[in-house]
Each structure stands twice: as C-alpha cells, then as structure tokens.
C-alpha cells in the first residue's frame, strides 16, 4: 500500500511564495513519476506540475507561467512544489499523484489560500 501525505498548504498574499511536500511511504519512490494536481469546488482537477522518476525531467501545466517548480528528493521519499508569485486563482486544495504504469496513487491534498 502506497500512501501520500500532503503539507505546508495555508494562507499566504498575492505575490507571496509556498513550498508543498508530499511524503510517500510504503512503496519504492524511485519508480515513481510524481505529480501534482490541484482542484477547486465546482471545477474539474487540473494538472500543475509533473517529474520524472529521476528528476530529469519536468512538466508544467498551461495556467502556471514559470511560478511554480517540482522537486524531488529520492533518498527522503519526498516530492516538493515551489510556488512563487500567488494569485488568488491559485487557491485550491493541491494533491500529489504517484504514477506507476496503470497504477495511480492520490494524496488527500493540501489547501492553498492566496489573499488579495
């Protein structure tokens, strides 16, 4: 059983920066694509950001404009989203995805708040 643990979402102002963690335990890390998704009430889940298994490679969704960077450590079993220059239209409950082939592992998300 895989199992993703999601932190360091909260309230922060337009223009403010905030870094995401997601721990995962329980299967082997390094195997991984990660990924982070984020959801509003009332929208569909959106894609953000995704790294390859070793960290070579990363992809951004549209809506993100260079603000945001995925990181990952494979010796802590870690996977981190360095959000910087926050808009509110970035408030949403952002969840980390684990990606294996067919098999998908979901965090329950963190939430992020951006004032004005």
């Known amino acids: 059983q895989v199992q993703l643990v999601e932190s360091g979402g909260g309230l922060v102002q337009a223009g403010g920066s905030l870094r995401l963690s997601c721990a995962v335990s329980?299967?082997?890390?390094?195997?991984?694509?990660m990924a982070w998704f984020r959801q509003t009430p009332g929208k569909e889940r959106e894609f953000v950001v995704a790294i390859s298994r070793r960290g070579g490679t990363t992809y951004s969704g549209d809506s993100i404009q260079g603000r945001f960077t995925i990181s990952r450590d494979n010796a802590k079993n870690t996977v981190y989203l360095q959000m910087n220059s926050l808009k509110p239209e970035d408030t949403a409950v952002y969840s980390c995805?684990?990606?294996?082939?067919?098999?998908?592992?979901w965090g329950q998300g963190t939430q992020v708040t951006v004032s004005s």
């Open positions: 329980g299967g082997t890390f390094g195997t991984y694509a």
């Open positions: 995805n684990a990606i294996f082939g067919y098999l998908n592992y």
